[in-house]
């Protein structure tokens, strides 16, 4: 295993995943490219009467952040990483570039939101396994809180 591509979006189980991502691929000596997606546009009110236009979403230095936050877990532990921040459909996104950098792994994180919620909201995790041709790790979110006050 050369490349491991880690999408991250700044949630707790994207940090899970990239920590984990980190982690085999320093077990691995492979590079990490992680991957921020960011939508194209923002829809906005035109009136009150429920009509909306769209704007070109401009990223912010939240999304700046997060990529940054997901290198520093890879600079603490001595592995190559890059980062790059996309524009479109996440996972049209996150497939491609793994095309592209010939990914030998895609790691995600998964919220668990569950299957209605799944179904309504999208879900990167479970979709990008489904379209991809290459291996995928799922990485689910801590279902304990991380710190109990007693």
């Known amino acids: 295993?050369?490349?491991?591509?880690?999408a991250t979006d700044g949630s707790a189980a994207a940090q899970h995943a990239a920590e984990l991502?980190?982690?085999l691929a320093k077990h691995e000596e492979a590079a990490i490219a992680f991957v921020h997606v960011?939508?194209?546009?923002?829809?906005?009110?035109?009136?009150?009467?429920?009509?909306?236009?769209?704007v070109p979403y401009e990223p912010t230095a939240i999304d700046e952040a997060v990529l940054e936050d997901a290198i520093a877990?890879?600079?603490?532990?001595?592995?190559?990483?890059?980062?790059?921040?996309l524009r479109g459909d996440a996972v049209t996104e996150i497939i491609a570039y793994a095309?592209?950098?010939?990914?030998?792994?895609?790691?995600v994180g998964s919220r668990g939101h569950g299957t209605v919620a799944s179904a309504l909201l999208g879900s990167v995790s479970r979709s990008v396994p489904t379209h991809s041709e290459r291996p995928v790790l799922i990485v689910r979110a801590a279902s304990v809180p991380e710190a109990v006050a007693l």
Request: glycine fraction near 10%; avoid cysteine.
């Open 1 to 6: 295993m050369k490349r491991i591509l880690i």
């Open 38 to 54: 960011v939508r194209l546009f923002d829809l906005v009110s035109t009136n009150g009467f429920g009509l909306v236009g769209r």
């Open 73 to 85: 877990v890879a600079d603490r532990e001595d592995v190559p990483a890059i980062s790059k921040l």
């Open 21 to 23: 991502g980190v982690e």
């Open 99 to 107: 095309d592209l950098i010939g990914a030998d792994l895609i790691v």
